[in-house]
Every structure is written in structure tokens, then in C-alpha cells.
């Protein structure tokens, strides 16, 4: 059996959207204007293919994908590195954007990129055949949850009311949780333009100081942290 899927995604503009892909390392295998827009990229295994729909709305787009690889670490540090050549900077919100690499709860490494019109393709690669159930710890619930309101179901008001009463709760917390914490809030007030409290939060998050095992350990915060910082619009005096 040698079945392949490729999926078919609506695109205002199949040269918009050839210029989103080619910046993320795909070639061009079809371009067609007639008798109808039509465009397939193609990334080692990947392929992808649009057709042009100008009717089509990024905002209430449900289109999305899973990709698996076994290489999850170095697409992630290449399309990062792309978009950051292409746009000036990583994009974490709005359209496009990339979102954190991290380790799921559901056995898979993986982070989302939204393409300029909503279509989401969830990148990971299996490090488990064991899915962890859902932390009973009440720090570590919470911030399991707060990530998955934020990051899965895009409802980031949510997600920034459950960080902002764990972080102003007066209930035991480590160093490690807090940064996670502080981060996560980060980038939910980046999504909803916050832009002081995000500033805030990110410069906490740095002060924050924890030992070299910590710090390696939350290794996936700290890179998105980055990102985050330089997605910060520039302070006016």
C-alpha cells in the first residue's frame, strides 16, 4: 500500500501564498491561473496544494492539518528562521504566525503554524506511545490548562484569567512554575495587544533567577520568550 494524502486548502492569492511558502523552504511543483488559480508547494514529503477563493476569510478559517516528522526540532529552527529572514521578525501573533515548540501532553513535540490565511498545520513528532493524563497537581494543572485555552483553542482572554489569578494567588508556586507562568501570560497579553503588561511580564520572567538545571529544562520557554520580546512594538518616549 503506497497511499498518499495531500490536502487542498482554500487562498485569496496563490502568489501571497506562494511567497508565505517559498520563505518557509518549499519549491514550487504546480502554478496554474487558468481555467482556475491553483497552486502545490512541496517540502521533502510534504505537499501541500491551495485553490484561489477570493471569498475566502482568514479570521473565520478552520482549515487546519497534522503533519508528522521525525525531525520536528530542525523544521521548527528552519521555518523560524525563515519567516524571521522574510518578515524581520518571528511572528507570534495575528496572520501568520508560529507558535512555541513544546512537549504535549498527548506523547507528541510539536508547534502550530498559522499560514496569512488561518490555515493551521500542526507540526509534531511522537517522543511517547503513552499519553499523560491531565496533571492533578493544582500548579501544574492550571498551567496545562492555560496552555491548552491559549495555544489549542485560541481563547487567550481565558487563558490570561487563569494565569493572572495563579500568579496572584498566594498558594505555593516554584521558581520553574512561575516562569512558565509569567511566559505563558506573556504571550497572551501579546495577542491581545497588551503591550505594557507583556513588556512586564517578559522582564519578570527574566529577573527570575533559577538554577542551570531549571534553566535548561525550561529551554522551550526561553526561546519563545525571545520571540516574544522581539515582537514587542517599540517604546515611545
Known sequence: MGETTIPIFPCRSIGLTWEFYRALGFEQVVWQTRPNHFLAVRRGELELQFYGWKRHDPAASMHMCYVLTT???PLYESFRGGLKEALGRVPTRGLPRLGALKNMSYGVRQFLLTDPDGIQLRIGQ??????????????????????LLGDSKEDHRAAARILDHLLASDDPITQSERVKALILRADMALHLEEWTRARDLAGEARSCRLPASDRTALEDEFHRLADLEAALPPQHP
Open 126 to 147: 511522537p517522543i511517547s506511545d503513552e499519553t499523560k493524563p491531565i496533571p492533578k497537581e493544582p500548579v501544574a494543572r492550571t498551567l496545562h490548562m492555560a496552555a
Open 71 to 73: 525531525d520536528v526540532e
